[in-house]
């Protein structure tokens, strides 16, 4: 579905992305684990288009994508949740519903909205009962919850999440992941960008670990959570 050939990225003279390739297959989670600033949000960025690759080549679909515009991203079907759910504080859960589900040739139907957000309400029954408060005055839960369903809006099949287990209780974290696997076996393809190493490989099919710009490992995800070397560097063991 999603295929990353040797993807360079950087910002002004600071190289992040040294030349990374991966792929993701139809239906599939895929974990990326790496720490704070080895360039996890920078990958997935690059992915949508809001910062373009110096070089290498991003194809979805097997069309190349590497030189569109974001909301044509969007539109080809790929969205993203953003980290530190970057959600519009002052707007409310409606209207944050609402500028998940536009984009610029998107003729708003208000049939599909509606039905769009059932679904939205049967994966996050409490957003139904928030939608009239403003986003900053949700719970960091319901926040992420929020970025999430915003991303959804855009009837994604590939869906960028961007450590949605950041800043949550461990009990919050295991919700968010049963909602996140619910959303998968419904169809949609997931790209989890996690430092939560244990969580993501618990629900991933396979992993890629990125370590300052470049993947130093990938493999079922089974087999890295068995790894000795990556316990020992993200499992906090040996
Ligand atoms: P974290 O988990 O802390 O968000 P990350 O793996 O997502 O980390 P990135 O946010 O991709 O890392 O950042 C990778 C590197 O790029 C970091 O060194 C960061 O300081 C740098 N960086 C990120 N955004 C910018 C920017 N807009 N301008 C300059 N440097 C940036």
């Known amino acids: 579905m999603l295929k990353l050939n040797n993807i360079y990225a950087s910002y002004g003279n600071i190289d992040v992305l040294k030349g990374i390739s991966m792929e993701i297959a139809r239906n599939e989670i895929v974990a990326i684990i790496g720490a704070n600033g080895a360039g996890k949000s920078t990958m997935l960025n690059t992915i949508s288009g809001i910062l373009r690759a110096k070089q290498g080549s991003i194809e979805f679909l097997g069309k190349n994508i590497d030189n569109l515009p974001p909301h044509t991203i969007v539109e080809m079907g790929i969205s993203q949740a953003p980290e530190g759910r970057r959600i519009f504080p002052q707007l409310t859960v409606m209207e944050n519903l609402e500028m998940g589900a536009y984009s610029r040739n998107f003729k708003f139907q208000i049939s599909n909205f509606k039905s769009e957000l059932e679904k ?115 499992l906090g063991e040996g």
């Open 120 to 234: 939205i309400f049967q994966y996050f029954p409490i957003l139904k009962e928030r939608l009239k408060q403003t986003g900053g005055t949700l719970s960091g839960g319901e926040q992420q919850m929020l970025a999430i369903a915003r991303a959804l809006m855009a009837r994604p099949k590939l869906l960028l999440l961007d450590e949605p287990s950041l800043g949550l209780a461990p009990m919050m974290v295991e919700k968010i992941f049963e909602i996140i696997e619910k959303i998968n076996k419904e169809g949609v393809t997931v790209m989890l960008v996690e430092q939560n190493a244990n969580a993501a490989l618990m629900l991933a099919n396979k992993g890629y670990v990125l370590e300052t710009g470049m993947f130093v490992m990938h493999d079922d995800a089974g087999a890295l959570l068995k790894s000795p070397q990556l316990r020992a560097a993200y």
